[in-house]
């Protein structure tokens, strides 16, 4: 069985980069090997005669750096192991890293930008050139060339040693021929001598080589390069910080409860069975049952949800939300890798860490492209110095260098990938990967179970015929475990408290309910009188009379309705699939605007009834939360499982909704197809720029030092454009 290993890459310049890797760790026998640039890490899936150190070391010799992000162990149980790892290790780590890299390319792009904004002046406005100006151009320039350009150097030659050549080498191969023609000119041709003066041109064009530094173009290009790469990688740093925040979000420290004292001990020391207690402000730690206590739960930052849930006795909680009234005792039933915050975090890191076929495409593409543009480049070179002189040569074949850097085409996916995923985490929603993008796009019928979906899931009193009635019935069903019996009794102590005690309780399946209140014989049993369609309505019968009668259904959410219309917006068509009664599953689709009705379906033909809609040419998807739906999920053209449901559910769904609420899913499919048009424009902007500017660069129609600043401009573009989808707003949380 393979074993999933992750590496930190640095050192990675553009997908090119990546592509690279991903062939040599590919190379190694058995390993299946994806390198995400956005991310800069590499997930391996490897035999077991591989070790992490073994694919260190191959990425090493390729020139890059690698780090094992190394997962923590799980807290011990005080009788065995509890397994499961964390994927948090590695993460500071990588996070101290990055900041020492954006420093330092801080550093260099302020101190680039102050020296090469002098020398473009110099170079461009005749005015300013007094005597001997060139040669202040070539002091300032200088220290940007070398000290500013030393990344691209650095591994441009690492590369080279390689075998290779990369985006650094493009940069590196121009910066170096402009500045080196440059002091060809000023110390060997005519071009420092005193009075020389240069002009600009949007163009490629030159005077005599001889004659003319490309001073602004050297210190321009990396300067302006610098700046493209300083506001990517910050960008990549920001979305990044959404998962690492998620990871974050749990608490520190807990008070476990020892031989009845609070030991406040840290959470890599809770296990599962211990119990703990949850002040009035502070984080529940770990995923849990109350065992003693009532409060209002703030689950906001994993579901979105802003208001409060009221837990008591018996209901379970999520670590890392918050506690925001009364004391609980909780029992530990998930901890580290198990909890659902860290599931979530996973979910969320592998969508991040896969690529769409698209991308896989602009990998190919990428990895090729460098050694065409070199050679082109070498090809332009010859042919504009034998008809148009060395200095349009120079210029020409600088500008294709630099034009042609394939950095946008690296960044359009990852970034919009992402930026969407961490944005759909923020709402509670998960994707399971970039593949579930191009499927939101095409289908066109959306299945909804009913029940936990559509429905509360819970059974609740929605009509009585009197107070009498329903305070008899609430006390004889009180000694009942029905769900019907505890919805009624549910509702009466609510509307009258403390109920009357019961003797001589009888069950008698299939009839009902019978006991003795106050002196007075009680029965509560299934009505011949019919109610609405939805509900289910009981006879209570006190001392041999009908007393009256009361409803019970399962009720509809609040925004289930509301969900259906924006569902039909999105040009989805509903369709309402429950094994419920035909009468009840139409008098609810009535309720919410569904047409279509699949009812009375027994659970292994869910599967069947997804089949059948795809056999008629339907791209299906499936919105369930039970064991029963875990297949029909998994056959639907996307599976989306309701959070608040089965493992089993999540596991078969592509994405999962941590809240019960069906307008999550509108906001799901609305996000991930907005997240799908953005990698389709990011792609269409980084090809497209290409293809327009190289023909331009190698006509000689490009000043290579506008062919930098527009490089430097397409990688921001791209980044722009998908930092567009930060600004999504979330259906469920308009009112």
Not at 153 to 171: F, Q
Not at 262 to 273: D, K, M, S, W
Request: glycine share 10%; charged share 20%.
């Amino acid at each position: 069985m393979a074993n999933i290993i992750d590496l930190d890459i640095t050192g990675m310049t553009c997908s090119s980069c990546a592509a690279r890797i991903e062939k040599k760790l590919n190379r190694v026998e058995g390993c299946e090997a994806t390198v995400n640039f956005a991310t800069e890490r590499a997930r391996v899936a490897a035999p077991d005669g591989v070790s992490a150190d073994d694919l260190v070391d191959v990425v090493k010799k390729t020139g890059y750096g690698a780090t094992h992000v190394v997962p923590e162990p799980a807290p011990r149980h005080a009788e065995h192991d509890h397994g499961g790892e964390h994927t948090t290790g590695g993460h500071d780590h990588a996070a101290v890293a990055d900041d020492a890299e954006l420093r330092s390319l801080r550093q260099r792009t302020i101190g680039s930008l102050v020296l090469a904004v002098p020398v473009i002046a110099l170079s461009m406005i005749p005015a300013l050139q007094f005597e001997y100006w060139q040669w202040l151009a070539l002091t300032l320039a200088a220290p940007v060339v070398v000290w500013g350009g030393w990344p691209f150097h650095r591994v441009a030659a690492i590369t080279l040693r390689h075998g290779a050549a990369n985006m650094d080498t493009l940069v590196s191969m121009g910066t170096l021929a402009a500045f080196g023609w440059s002091l060809w000119a000023l110390f060997l041709g005519d071009a420092g001598a005193a009075g020389m003066s240069e002009g600009f041109s949007l163009t490629g064009s030159a005077g005599e080589a001889a004659s003319n530094t490309y001073l602004e173009a050297a210190a321009g290009v990396t300067a302006f390069v610098l700046l493209g790469r300083f506001l990517e990688h910050r960008s990549k740093r920001q979305a990044g910080a959404a998962l690492r925040a998620l990871m974050e979000l749990g608490a520190k420290d807990v008070a476990v409860l020892r031989d009845g004292r609070e030991v406040r001990v840290p959470i890599g020391e809770l296990a599962v069975g211990d119990e703990f207690v949850v002040r009035p402000g502070e984080k529940i730690a770990t995923d849990g049952e109350v065992r003693s206590g009532a409060s209002a739960v703030d689950e906001s930052m994993l579901t979105g949800e802003s208001v409060p849930v009221e837990v008591t006795i018996g209901d379970t909680v999520t670590g890392a939300t918050v506690n925001a009234s009364g004391r609980l005792v909780v029992r530990a039933t998930r901890v580290g890798a198990d909890t659902q915050l860290a599931q979530m975090a996973r979910m969320v890191e592998d969508a991040q860490a896969s690529k769409a076929a698209v991308q896989r495409l602009a990998d190919r593409i990428s990895a090729v492209f460098v050694p065409i543009v070199i050679a082109l480049a070498l090809v332009v070179l010859v042919v504009w110095a034998l008809v148009g002189g060395l200095g349009t040569a120079v210029t020409a074949a600088v500008a294709v260098l630099v034009i042609a850097c394939p950095c946008a085409l690296g960044l359009a996916t990852p970034m919009a990938l992402m930026i969407g995923t961490a944005r759909a985490a923020g709402e509670g929603i998960l994707i399971s990967g970039p593949e579930v993008l191009e499927s939101t796009k095409k289908i066109d019928t959306i299945v909804l179970d009913k029940t936990g979906t559509v429905t509360t899931g819970a059974m609740s009193v929605v009509d009585h015929s009197g107070d009498e009635a329903l305070r008899y019935a609430g006390a004889v069903e009180d000694a009942s475990e029905h769900p019907i019996a505890r919805a009624i009794a549910a509702a009466a102590r609510e509307r009258f408290g403390e109920l009357p005690a019961v003797s001589d309780f009888a069950n008698r399946p299939g009839v009902g309910v019978t006991g003795v209140v106050e002196g007075r014989t009680v029965a509560v049993g299934r009505s011949g009188t019919a109610g609405t369609d939805a509900a289910t309505v009981v006879e209570v019968v006190v001392d041999g009379e009908v007393a009256g009668t009361v409803a019970v259904a399962d009720t509809v959410k609040p925004t289930s309705a509301r969900a259906v219309a924006e569902l039909r917006r999105l040009g989805l068509t509903p369709v309402l699939l429950t094994g419920d009664a035909k009468a009840v599953a139409e008098a609810v689709a009535a309720e919410v605007g569904i047409e279509d009705v699949i009812a009375e379906v027994m659970p292994e033909d869910k599967l069947a009834h997804i089949g059948r809609l795809q056999s008629e040419g339907r791209v299906v998807a499936m919105v369930g939360d039970g064991v029963n739906d875990a297949a029909a999920l998994a056959a639907a053209d996307l599976g989306i499982a309701m959070g608040t449901g089965t493992d089993v559910a999540i596991a078969a769904s592509d994405m999962t909704l941590v809240r019960g609420d069906l307008l999550v899913a509108v906001d799901a499919i609305r996000l991930a197809r907005r997240t799908l048009r953005t990698i389709r424009q990011n792609l269409v902007w980084a090809f497209g720029y290409n293809t327009a500017a190289l023909p331009l660069a190698a006509l000689g129609l490009l000043n290579p030092m506008i062919a930098g600043l527009a490089m430097a401009f397409s990688s921001v573009s791209v980044v722009a454009n998908s930092q567009r989808l930060r600004s999504f707003t979330a259906a469920s949380r308009r009112s």
